[in-house]
């Protein structure tokens, strides 16, 4: 069964301070993608970043990085030195390529930056 | 003009009530999509439309019945909805339905509140 898991229901940190958002996942697959959504206040959820499963290499673009790491199962998000405007719930997403299976979300950590 | 576009942003409505929300794409995707989006719980794919044709229907009651005249625009029609039904509805598009690489567009939602 595909499962995704963001333990971090809500953080709140000071502005310019770093964060990394959790996110696990479970799969019997070997070929799968992985997601990152913003989603802000105004509602819409904005694609961030896709991984496929045989892609290990760790991105950077600007502020934000992400950590993929097949051994642990887990795609973490850290955002550098945070501004307000990164207030927003994050979603980190699952699908499996070979399957005819719905993309699975996880519940989303709603992050909060402090001026 | 957005991308995905939905209306209204809020709506109120009775169990008794019968009405619509719309979604609008300016993308020129194939693959559109209805997701519920609750308080502490996942998103849930509720329909999947290619190409028009309903591809994914994920047990939603019948009680929300979803329309996709042509591949810019889908409708989900609501009537005797229960309180639990008060959610945000999230509409989404892709280039394509089954290409799960596929990142996901999506609309700022609408607010449903049953009373």
């Known amino acids: 069964a595909q499962k995704v898991t963001q333990a971090q229901t809500e953080i709140s940190v000071v502005e310019k301070e770093d964060v990394t958002l959790d996110c696990v996942y479970e799969?019997?697959?070997?070929?799968?993608?992985l997601f990152w959504y913003k989603q802000p206040p105004s509602g819409e959820l904005v694609f961030l970043i896709r991984r496929n499963s045989f892609d290990e290499q760790n991105e950077i673009s600007g502020r934000y990085s992400w950590n993929f790491q097949k051994s642990t199962s887990s795609f973490n998000f850290t955002i550098t030195a945070s501004q307000v405007v990164d207030s927003a719930v994050y979603f980190c997403a699952l699908s499996e390529a070979e399957r005819d299976d719905k993309i699975i979300f996880g519940k989303g950590t709603r992050l909060h930056i402090l001026p | 003009e957005t991308g995905v576009t939905q209306t209204p942003r809020h709506l109120v409505m009775g169990m008794t009530n019968k009405k619509s929300l719309k979604c609008e794409q300016h993308?020129?995707?194939?693959?559109m999509y209805w997701y519920k989006q609750s308080a502490k719980k996942p998103l849930e794919l509720m329909f999947v439309?290619?190409?028009?044709?309903?591809?994914e229907n994920n047990s939603v009651p019948s009680r929300f019945s979803p329309e996709c005249p042509n591949s810019s625009h889908l409708f989900l029609h609501l009537h005797t909805l229960q309180p639990e039904d008060s959610a945000l509805y999230l509409c989404?598009?892709?280039?394509?339905?089954?290409?799960?690489?596929?990142?996901?567009?999506f609309g700022s939602g609408t607010q449903l509140s049953v009373l």
């Open positions: 439309y290619s190409l028009e044709e309903r591809v």
């Open positions: 993308l020129g995707h194939n693959a």
């Open positions: 989404a598009s892709s280039q394509e339905a089954r290409a799960r690489w596929e990142k996901l567009f």
């Open positions: 799969t019997r697959d070997t070929t799968y993608y």
